[in-house]
């Protein structure tokens, strides 16, 4: 009886790091609207400051703060105004005591401002006096040059990985373009006698193609770029070259499908044949027959047929290969703590991946199992995320506060 060698999860990292400790990714220069989600390959040092003018946060008026000392409803403090600041001009006039001018938000504050009054604190009197209903502190409603960024500052490290709000950072700092990290390429096969391509009708026994859409999902998720998708069938021929033009083309290859010990499971045979198998089995669950090897220095993994072992298996592994390629940790999943609801029963020996539902209360965050085969596809599609129950746990009991990792 041949039966798989199981590897643990920490053992398939020990694996990763071992056998691919070499994988690196090239520079490439992008223009900033194509930022988001990539990783920045070298650090952000601002030249400028931000903002480098003075500048009002609010609508109202300039003043100096012996001015308005002590000033309230019952005793307003009364001003000249000598003025008013234009939007998008240099404000060249110069605040002196007794003296306001009008700011609108973001203006260039007068030289000597001290504060700024927001207008609804304020009245006027005719045209030129305004009645001050209010005191102020230093600086207040007022940016001053460099408040934000400094010249000189180191803004984003090498490896930050660019949200929204880093691309508006970049923008004001003067940036068009920026050094990000290549993605790493990758080829998705999905293999199966019965797998039919998504827009054909399945005939009894046959199934639409789940697999190839959802892996390379995840693959764009954690940063990677897919570079082709391909069908083969329980062939070793059509599985061989399928795998051979995935890594003459890219940086990794992703096979799905045929990966347990049925009799046409032909892929660790190809990846034996072409270069070497890291390891067949996985104790994992879902995701047992998982397959890891390397062709030409170049990851291969063989990933379960079932969708939703598939899916989590590649979540998990992938994650690995790009803390690799990235040399650090930047894709990483959201996490929550919840309280759990409802006992689970785990495979001892194995990594229980199990999904979760996740809802909130007044008590907190309530976690419950969600049950279902991992062939089912809606299985993670109605969970929020999954719960990790280690290799020495037998499961885990209601009431225990558990880490759920979020999809
Ligand atoms: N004798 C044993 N049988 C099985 C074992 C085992 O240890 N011993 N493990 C089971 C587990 S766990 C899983 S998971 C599956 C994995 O098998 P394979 O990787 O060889 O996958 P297939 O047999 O090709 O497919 C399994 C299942 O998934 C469907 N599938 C495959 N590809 C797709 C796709 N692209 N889109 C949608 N669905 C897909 C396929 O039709 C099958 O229903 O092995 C168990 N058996
Ligand atoms: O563990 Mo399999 O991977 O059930 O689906």
């Given at each position: ?67 308005i000392q002590g000033a309230s409803n019952a005793i307003p403090g009364f001003l000249r105004i000598t003025g008013e600041v234009q ?258 029963h785990a495979a001892p020996g194995r990594r229980t991946f199990q999904t979760v539902s996740i809802s909130k209360t007044e008590n ?25 129950i280690t290799e020495n746990e037998e499961g885990k009991n209601t009431g225990d506060q558990v880490e759920v990792t979020l999809f």
């Open positions: 009886m041949e039966l798989l060698k199981v590897k643990t999860i920490d053992e398939m990292k020990k694996i990763i790091n071992e056998t691919f400790k070499d994988l690196t990714l090239e520079n490439e220069t992008i223009e900033i609207s194509h930022g988001l989600g990539r990783v920045l390959s070298s650090d952000i040092v601002s030249t400028m400051d931000v903002p480098h003018f003075d500048r009002s946060v609010v609508d109202g008026y300039a003043v100096k703060l012996t001015d939007m998008g001009k240099e404000t060249t006039e110069s605040l002196h005591q007794g003296e306001t001018l009008y700011v609108p938000t973001g203006g260039m504050v007068p030289s000597g401002t001290e504060a700024m009054i927001m207008i609804e604190y304020t009245e006027k009197l005719g045209t030129k006096d305004l009645a001050i209903y209010t005191n102020a502190g230093a600086n207040e409603n007022m940016m001053r040059i460099g408040d934000d960024i400094r010249n000189g500052e180191l803004v984003f490290s090498r490896g930050h990985l660019l949200r929204p709000q880093d691309i508006g950072v970049l923008s004001a700092l003067g940036y068009q373009h920026i050094e990000v990290y290549k993605r790493p390429r990758l080829s998705i096969i999905s293999t199966g006698d019965e797998i039919i391509r998504p827009g054909e009708t399945p005939k009894p026994g046959e199934v639409i193609d789940i697999n190839t859409p959802a892996l390379a999902a995840v693959a764009k998720r954690l940063g990677a770029e897919v570079i082709s998708t391909s069908y083969a069938r329980d062939d070793r021929e059509e599985i061989r070259s399928a795998v051979v033009k995935g890594i003459e083309n890219g940086d990794m290859v992703i096979l799905s499908g045929g990966s347990s010990m049925g009799e046409k499971d032909y892929t660790v045979q190809v990846i034996d044949g072409l270069g070497q198998v890291l390891l067949h089995g996985l104790a994992v669950k879902p995701g047992k027959p998982t397959i890891l090897g390397t062709v030409s220095q170049k990851p291969v993994i063989g990933l379960p047929g079932q969708p939703a072992a598939a899916i989590m298996v590649l979540m998990i592994v992938l994650q690995e290969f790009m803390k690799r390629y990235y040399g650090q940790d930047v894709f990483k999943y959201q996490t929550v703590q919840g309280i759990l609801m409802e006992n689970i907190g965050i309530e976690v419950r199992p969600s049950h279902g085969k991992s062939g089912m596809i809606t299985l993670l599609s109605y969970s929020d995320g999954y719960i990790e």
